[in-house]
Structure formats: C-alpha cells, structure tokens
C-alpha cells in the first residue's frame, strides 16, 4: 500500500459542487493565507491594494480609451453611410431622369416615323 506524500494530500481535490465560475476563483488558500504570504514578502495590505487601484484605474481607461475609439469609428462609418445613401439617391434620380428622357425621345422618335410612314403612303397614292 502507497503511502500518500504530504505534497499530494495538500492537493488532493475533494468532491465538492462547483459552478463554472467557481471553479476559476477557488483557491487552495484562504485570504488570510494569502495576506500572511504577501506580508512575509514584503507587500503590506496597503500597497497591494494600492496596487490594485492603480491596474483597476489603468484597464478602466484602457477600457473607455477602446470605447472612444469604437464610438469614433462608428461615427465615421455613419458619416460614410450617409454619403453613399446621398449618393445612392443621387445615381436613382439620374438613372430615373434618363429613363424618362430615353422614353420620351423614344416616343418621339416612333410619331417621327409614323409621319414619314403616313407622308410615304400618301406620295405612293399621289404618285401612283
């Protein structure tokens, strides 16, 4: 029979129900274990937590830098948006106006030669 080494009873996992994020913030120490190792370190309480603050501080305006950034380019992509709509909207009108255009010399065009076909018909008459 193996004998279980100190090490291995120290970390030997005890059933226990967990959540998921339970299981990312369990820790074998508890936080006065943590506070007796940081001090025999040489970290006091106060400026760790100082420390803290001071990363806290640091990401959070990582974070609003990030968001001003987004909200910029959301603003420019908006921007642009607007722009191609105009322009859209521009190219339709155009592309309509031409259509009608197109129709109306198309509709001239077809009076145009059923008056030749007309003037045609009635000199074959005169003539002939």
Same mark, same amino acid.
């Given at each position: 029979?193996?004998?279980?080494?100190?090490?291995?009873?120290?970390?030997?996992?005890?059933?226990?129900?967990?959540?998921?994020?339970?299981?990312?913030?369990?820790?074998?120490?508890?936080?006065?274990?943590?506070?007796?190792?940081?001090?025999? $370190?040489?970290?006091? =309480?106060?400026?760790? %937590? /100082?420390?803290?603050? @001071?990363?806290?501080? *640091?990401?959070?305006?990582?974070?609003?830098?990030?968001?001003?950034?987004?909200?910029?380019?959301?603003?420019?992509?908006?921007?642009?948006?607007?722009?191609?709509?105009?322009?859209?909207?521009?190219?339709?009108?155009? $592309?309509?106006?031409? =259509?009608?255009?197109? %129709? /109306?010399?198309?509709? @001239?065009?077809?009076? *145009?030669?059923?008056?030749?076909?007309?003037?045609?018909?009635?000199?074959?008459?005169?003539?002939?």
């Amino acid at each position: 029979m193996a004998m279980a080494s100190p090490q291995s009873e120290r970390l030997a996992i005890t059933p226990s129900p967990t959540t998921p994020g339970s299981r990312v913030l369990r820790t074998p120490f508890t936080d006065e274990a943590i506070w007796k190792r940081l001090r025999e $370190a040489g970290f006091d =309480e106060e400026s760790v %937590k /100082r420390r803290d603050k @001071a990363s806290l501080i *640091a990401y959070i305006a990582k974070l609003e830098a990030e968001i001003y950034d987004h909200q910029h380019h959301m603003g420019l992509l908006i921007l642009e948006r607007k722009e191609w709509v105009s322009k859209h909207e521009q190219i339709k009108a155009s $592309a309509e106006s031409a =259509e009608l255009i197109y %129709k /109306r010399d198309q509709a @001239a065009h077809s009076s *145009a030669l059923a008056e030749a076909r007309k003037r045609e018909d009635n000199l074959k008459k005169a003539l002939g």
